[in-house]
């Protein structure tokens, strides 16, 4: 039970610690803002950590944070060959072909009243279907091989930056359309100077969901059939071998991917929306 008594007194203490550096004088300063979150994950990898050993919870229930370390720093050239099965491939592929096709398209229906009615609520139809679904049935279509679940990711990414790009090229006021056009200019060129930057921020926001899409539709659709590799495929037999320890490196990985492709879209975001409001905190 000590062990269980340390794990409370380090979470008090990392509790003590933010609460500080959050009511301090510079709590807005970037080390701060930064030192926080550090602050809490370490304390709460720590306590994991001091609970499991405490408490002897088996290995199949739940693997201490070392031993995530250990099997994650023994199988790095499994873990690689996954991530560029998985996410270089299967993964970000798809997220370009369904967020440029999506882009596309929705400027075509910016241009029609026909498809704006008419492909819309088929989108919502065809989002709200679960990916347990459709992955299988693109799997047969496309074989095992990546190719299957870059369509999976395009399946689920289309319609989410389709819907934020229609709305953020609707956002214009009248007065402003009407205002280009008194300036005589054509349709690309108002599209261009007006109505594209100011659906940028409705862009971004789909570019930013669909990462998470992208990453969660390509791990899934491994589960119903893909080669000897990729992250899907480790975690589904390693949790028939019960080897939850690389299960959870898997699960590691797929975090520090995810953190980094939104961290990716973010960046861009910041760098290419500076001027709205969004932006100045």
Same mark, same amino acid.
């Given at each position: ?27 807005? %300063? ?20 001091? !609970?499991?050993?405490? !408490? ?21 050239? *499994? ?73 999976? *990711? ?71 059939? %893909? ?44 760098? *290419? ?9």
């Amino acid at each position: 039970m000590m062990l269980v008594a340390l794990a409370a007194l380090v979470w008090g203490l990392g509790w003590w610690i933010n609460l500080r550096l959050a009511a301090g004088p510079s709590a807005q %300063s970037r080390g701060v803002r930064l030192a926080v979150p550090v602050i809490f994950g370490v304390t709460v990898l720590a306590v994991w950590e001091l !609970l499991v050993r405490g !408490l002897d919870v088996p290995l199949v229930i739940l693997p201490a944070p070392s031993l995530i370390a250990a099997r994650f720093a023994a199988s790095l050239p *499994v873990l690689w060959a996954d991530f560029v099965q998985t996410i270089l491939k299967g993964a970000l592929g798809g997220y370009v072909i369904g967020c440029g096709a999506a882009i596309l398209t929705a400027v075509l229906v910016d241009r029609s009243d026909f498809l704006r009615r008419g492909l819309l609520p088929v989108g919502n139809f065809v989002a709200a279907l679960p990916i347990v679904g459709t992955a299988p049935i693109l799997v047969m279509w496309f074989g095992f091989d990546w190719q299957s679940k870059a369509a999976v *990711v395009v399946v689920m990414v289309f319609f989410p930056v389709l819907v934020n790009t229609v709305a953020g090229l609707r956002e214009t006021t009248a007065m402003q359309r009407d205002l280009m056009e008194t300036y005589a200019a054509s349709y690309w060129q108002g599209f261009f100077k007006l109505r594209l930057p100011a659906a940028l921020p409705f862009i971004f926001n789909g570019l930013k969901i669909a990462t998470t899409l992208a990453l969660v539709g390509a791990i899934v659709a491994e589960f119903f059939g %893909s080669p000897t590799v990729g992250m899907g495929f480790r975690i589904s037999t390693s949790v028939g071998q019960l080897a939850l320890d690389m299960v959870w490196a898997e699960i590691v990985v797929a975090a520090l991917a995810g953190s980094v492709f939104y961290g990716a879209v973010a960046w861009v975001e910041k760098a *290419v929306t500076f001027w709205h409001p969004s932006q100045r905190a």
